[in-house]
């Protein structure tokens, strides 16, 4: 097993790791479960490339999870990072980087009056639901099911990520009191959602969405369905939360909320903020934020948080974010639509690609745009798996999990999707071949 496997190096070393950390990885969806074989080990990352342990070259296409908007360790970014490092590393303290920061998201995102920053999405999903309760003074959440809202005890139900991919349906350690107060629909049903919130309108703090599902799926709302849920929430005093931390700064108008122009009351960021580095952020409008401490009761804080180098990496990849990168992320988007979906129905492969800016999912066909987590068919993994590990031998990564995106940097080109479409024909050859 171990001399025919075409990543030695990596095999090896998975099996290390696996003696001192669980299942060898520190997130589930690193350990290629799902798909066939064992995980990659990257040596080194530039750009749209990456290279593994073994010294084989990949095309990126998960760029990290979806941080990486400019691809793998952009120059400025880089040096925002050396400078700012000879300065300290981390002050516990506040300083002049995180108002700039903060500047930087305010610009994108103008419902947000202030913001606070945290070390990851998780933190900053978890903080802003006790932000709405303690505002509210209500328990209830309401959250869509395949929505993922990183591992927050009462959000990790019906989740996606990680959670579809080794299909639990939630986790065991979380008490039944923490789910409790939390209530789960299907997305893209006005119907239900009337029915909820004449149901539990009273008691809910907070309706939770990504107002663009991108962790089972790419699952697109459409706009009626989120003014719906904004109107609900008006009418029966809840607040709403954009979980934007995977689609945060992925648009030219700063996220889904202004692209929509449906305003949500709390957003959570992270990811693409960071540049790289640990960041998630949350912000609203004043009367709400003032809530927090140590201006209100609600209290929330952390040892890095605001994270000096954090900061400057965040704040030097959003400047590099001018119209010009939206616009070429759009045109890469539409040509590897365009030429993935041609070779897809030439071999009458079972997928489509669907895309919204550089953000695409592999999914399984469907008359209309799957909008909702219950309408993906359950058998697709299992083909997905197939055509991900043929393009991964042809030097091409996307996500080991037919329920992960893929994403597109400003440092893509053409001709990587031109190759790709190259790999991803002789791919379909050879699975037809065999089947
Ligand atoms: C990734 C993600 C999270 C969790 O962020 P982490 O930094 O992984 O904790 C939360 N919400 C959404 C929408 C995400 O995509």
């Known amino acids: ?14 099996e290390k790791a696996c003696k001192h950390l669980v299942g060898g990885v520190n997130s589930p969806v690193r350990a290629f479960k799902s798909v066939h074989g064992s995980p990659v080990y990257f040596a080194q990352a530039k750009g749209a490339c990456v290279t593994d342990e073994d010294g084989n070259e990949y095309v990126d296409y998960i760029q990290s999870w979806g941080p990486m908007i400019h691809g793998h360790a952009p120059e400025n970014v880089l040096d925002a990072i050396r400078e700012t490092m000879e300065k300290g590393t981390s002050f516990g303290a506040p300083h002049v980087g995180e108002i700039e920061m903060a500047l930087r998201i305010k610009a994108r995102f103008p419902n947000i009056d202030k913001v606070r920053f945290v070390s990851s999405g998780t933190e900053a999903v978890m903080s802003a639901v006790r932000l709405a309760r303690g505002v509210t003074g209500r328990d209830g959440i309401l959250k869509f099911e395949g929505c993922y809202h990183g591992h927050v005890d ?81 009418e029966h005093q809840v607040l709403l939360i954009f979980d934007e931390v995977i689609t945060g700064f992925r648009f030219q108008q700063g996220g889904v909320s202004s692209v929509l122009d449906i305003q949500p009351d709390i957003t959570t960021l992270g990811k693409a903020i960071g540049g790289g580095l640990p960041v998630g952020a949350y912000g609203a409008r004043d009367e709400i934020m003032s809530q927090l401490a140590p201006e209100g009761p609600v209290y929330q804080a952390g040892t890095l948080s605001g994270n000096p180098l954090a900061m400057a990496a965040g704040s030097a990849a959003i400047d590099l974010l001018d119209n010009s990168c939206y616009d070429k992320l759009e045109a890469l988007g539409i040509y590897l639509e365009d030429s993935i979906n041609q070779i897809l129905s030439k071999h009458n492969f079972p997928f489509n690609l669907v895309r919204v800016g550089s953000m695409f999912w592999m999914s399984p066909p469907s008359d209309d745009l799957i ?23 042809r030097g091409h990564m996307l996500a080991p999990s037919a329920y992960e995106i893929g994403f597109l940097s400003t440092a893509h080109t053409r001709e990587n999707i031109d190759d790709l479409c190259r790999a991803l024909d002789s791919t379909l050859i050879e699975i037809e071949v065999k089947t």
Do not use: W
Not at 168 to 183: K, N, R
Not at 201 to 230: H, M, S, W, Y
Not at 371 to 393: F, K, N, Q, T, V
């Open 371 to 393: 909008r909702s987590a219950a309408d993906i068919p359950s058998e697709s993994g299992s083909r997905y798996a197939d055509l991900h590990y043929g393009l991964l031998a």
């Open 154 to 234: 009462s959000l990790l139900a019906k989740a996606g990520s990680g959670i579809a991919t080794l299909g639990i349906a939630g986790s065991p350690g979380i008490p039944q009191g923490t789910v409790g107060d939390t209530l789960i629909l299907q997305l893209n049903d006005e119907e239900m959602l009337e029915h909820a919130f004449s149901m539990h309108g009273k008691t809910l703090a907070c309706v939770i969405i990504e107002p663009l599902p991108a962790n089972n799926g790419l699952l697109p709302q459409r706009p009626e369905f989120l003014q719906r849920i904004r109107d609900l929430c008006d």
């Open 1 to 14: 097993m171990k001399e025919s496997h075409p990543r030695p190096r990596s095999f090896s070393l998975h």
